[in-house]
């Protein structure tokens, strides 16, 4: 009886969880992309003090203090991002600056203006370290025009945002059918109640 209550309500709970991925967090994250497509075509504005994730690749410009340092970051198949960390601005941020297909490039800029687009600034965290302690979302800005020596940087691309929610509720519903199918399972093999 104990272990019926049990599936149950773990049961109940993972059906509530695929509900709340397909009918809550699903129709939120569709309307966050529509908001992020139209965002290209707003006009410009001033690189945000504070990230803020509804301003990804909305057009933007800012002013790069002499760079703290630029880094090479992976980039799949472009190569590696050339990243600048701005100091002596108004507003602390960092700067896509370009790409590379040299992993030894050291790419040389003294700062300046930045028109580009808004997007993620790579947070450096394993996948683990992420679920342990997770950072704040951070953002940069994509130059349109890459620095002397590196190629452009790729177009604002709504497909690098992740949009699992569907498969976050059949992955849930799966579990919960997984779960009954064992529970009778187990059922059958301890056979019916002696008298």
């Given at each position: 009886?104990?272990?019926?209550?049990?599936?149950?309500?773990?049961?109940?709970?993972?059906?509530?969880?695929?509900?709340?991925?397909?009918?809550?967090?699903?129709?939120?994250?569709?309307?966050?992309?529509?908001?992020?497509?139209?965002?290209?075509?707003?006009?410009?504005?001033?690189?945000?003090?504070?990230?803020?994730?509804?301003?990804?690749?909305?057009?933007?410009?800012?002013?790069?203090?002499?760079?703290?340092?630029?880094?090479?970051?992976?980039?799949?198949?472009?190569?590696?991002?050339?990243?600048?960390?701005?100091?002596?601005?108004?507003?602390?941020?960092?700067?896509?600056?370009?790409?590379t297909r040299d992993p030894n490039a050291h790419p040389v800029w003294g700062g300046g203006m930045v028109a580009g687009y808004i997007g993620h600034a790579p947070s450096g965290q394993s996948l683990i370290g992420?679920?342990?302690?997770?950072?704040?979302?951070?953002?940069?800005?994509?130059?349109?025009?890459?620095?002397?020596?590196?190629?452009?940087?790729?177009?604002?691309?709504?497909?690098?945002?992740?949009?699992?929610?569907?498969?976050?509720?059949?992955?849930?519903?799966?579990?919960?059918?997984?779960?009954?199918?064992?529970?009778?399972?187990?059922?059958?093999?301890?056979?019916?109640?002696?008298?």
């Open positions: 009886m104990l272990a019926t209550m049990l599936v149950t309500l773990a049961v109940a709970a993972m059906i509530a969880l695929g509900l709340w991925q397909l009918l809550d967090r699903r129709p939120q994250k569709l309307a966050f992309l529509q908001q992020l497509a139209a965002n290209p075509t707003r006009p410009a504005i001033p690189f945000p003090a504070r990230a803020d994730e509804r301003l990804l690749f909305r057009r933007a410009t800012g002013r790069c203090g002499p760079p703290v340092t630029i880094r090479l970051a992976g980039a799949g198949a472009a190569g590696f991002r050339a990243i600048a960390t701005c100091g002596g601005g108004a507003t602390p941020m960092m700067a896509q600056l370009g790409t992420a679920a342990l302690h997770p950072q704040p979302t951070r953002l940069m800005l994509i130059a349109a025009t890459p620095v002397a020596g590196l190629a452009a940087n790729p177009a604002p691309d709504l497909e690098s945002v992740p949009n699992n929610h569907l498969a976050y509720a059949v992955q849930w519903f799966l579990f919960a059918g997984v779960a009954v199918v064992i529970y009778i399972l187990a059922l059958r093999r301890k056979g019916p109640p002696s008298k």
